[in-house]
């Protein structure tokens, strides 16, 4: 089944604590991207790769990380998360160019303390 | 930069009634992306659009490329149908501009 996997699902952390919050996708997708949702704001865009060895920043790449070793594998880093990097996230990929049909992961809902 | 607006906001309907949510953006595109969120989370992609119309069972999109405007719309509206419609456009190296999203709630 062609998805777009993320984990954890849930994470509850404390403000300092370095975590990896892993995406991957089975369809050879070139583009990978993610994406924080809050309420009011909606989806933005963190950080995006075009492929392997290729990153760069979205509109709030500000305390993130991410790195593109494999095609398949686009994991989003916070070294040291803070309060208001709280939010649901969301990793999508999508063939060739990143206008194309993207396919969504179910969202990693991130709580920092 | 793109600039992405939705409206309305919010919109609660009865059942059966006809939906129409609106997507205005700011500049040329090479496509507009209609994506529907339930409660819980998950996004899914309801259409890609890059001219003319598309349907798939009740749900129709358009876009009218001279005016940077799209519309989706429900035919036959029913409870499943509540969920958050976010339109995206995407026409840059750098992916998709979102809307804020329009919160529909179909009563029975």
């Known amino acids: 089944e062609a998805q777009v996997t993320q984990n954890p699902r849930y994470l509850i952390t404390v403000t300092g604590k370095k975590l990896t919050v892993t995406c991957s996708q089975n369809?050879?997708?070139?583009?990978m991207s993610w994406y924080r949702q809050d309420p009011g704001l909606g989806l933005r865009q963190i950080y995006y790769?075009?492929?392997?060895?290729?990153?760069d920043k979205g509109d709030v790449p500000e305390g993130y990380k991410v790195s593109r070793k494999e095609k398949r594998n686009f994991p989003l880093i916070l070294e040291s998360p803070s309060p208001n990097q709280t939010s649901l996230y969301f990793c999508?990929?999508?063939?060739?160019?990143?206008?194309?049909?993207?396919?969504f992961g179910p969202g990693t809902r991130l709580t920092v303390l | 930069k793109n600039e992405v607006e939705q409206s309305p906001q919010n919109l609660t309907a009865q059942e059966g009634e006809f939906i129409t949510i609106n997507c205005s953006y700011s500049v040329g595109i090479s496509a507009l992306h209609w994506l529907q969120q339930h409660p819980g989370g998950g996004i899914v992609s309801l259409f890609m659009l890059s001219s003319g119309k598309k349907k798939h069972g009740r749900l129709i999109a358009t876009i009218n490329i001279q005016e940077k405007h799209s519309s989706l719309h429900i035919t036959a509206s029913h409870p499943r149908d509540s969920a958050v419609y976010i339109c995206?456009?995407?026409?840059?190296?750098?992916?998709?501009?979102f809307g804020k999203g329009t919160h529909l709630i179909i009563q029975p």
């Open positions: 790769s075009m492929n392997v060895e290729v990153t």
């Open positions: 999508a990929s999508s063939l060739g160019v990143p206008y194309n049909e993207q396919f």
């Open positions: 369809m050879n997708h070139e583009y």
């Open positions: 995206a456009s995407g026409g840059g190296a750098d992916g998709l501009t």
